[in-house]
Nanobody
């Protein structure tokens, strides 16, 4: 499975962006997909995840109500709609795919088997 993230860019605080992640290489029928981010000088952190079949979503507390993760099963695509962006959202965003996942561990990067190259999001104040 190859993952290609896109949609990053420069946006002013309060603005919106939509990130996309395309899964290719084989029909993705995995258990879930997630978005993580890593800001300069900081560790990678969980942002959001979605269970592929059920569509159940999970969010990091700081993005709840502002970010929405969704998936298009027919296109093997996952999206992260980001609104009311803040400067602290600035980071490189990576999508990740899990072939099998335990819900209690869905926020752990170690639960994911495949990673995309990342797309950079910069939010100016």
């Amino acid at each position: 499975v190859q993952l290609q993230a896109s949609g990053g860019g420069l946006v002013q605080a309060g603005g919106s962006l939509r990130l996309s992640c395309a899964a290719s290489g084989r029909t993705f029928s995995g258990n879930g997909m997630g978005w993580f981010r890593q800001a300069p000088g900081k560790e990678r952190e969980f942002v959001a995840a979605i269970r592929w079949s059920a569509g159940t979503t999970y969010y990091e507390d700081s993005v709840k109500g502002r970010f929405t993760i969704s998936r298009d099963k027919a296109k093997n695509m996952v999206y992260l709609q980001m609104s009311s962006l803040k400067p602290e959202d600035t980071a490189v965003y990576h999508c990740a795919a899990a072939l099998g996942i335990i819900v209690s561990q869905i926020r752990l990067s170690s639960s994911y088997d495949y990673w995309g190259q990342g797309t950079e999001v910069t939010v100016s104040s």
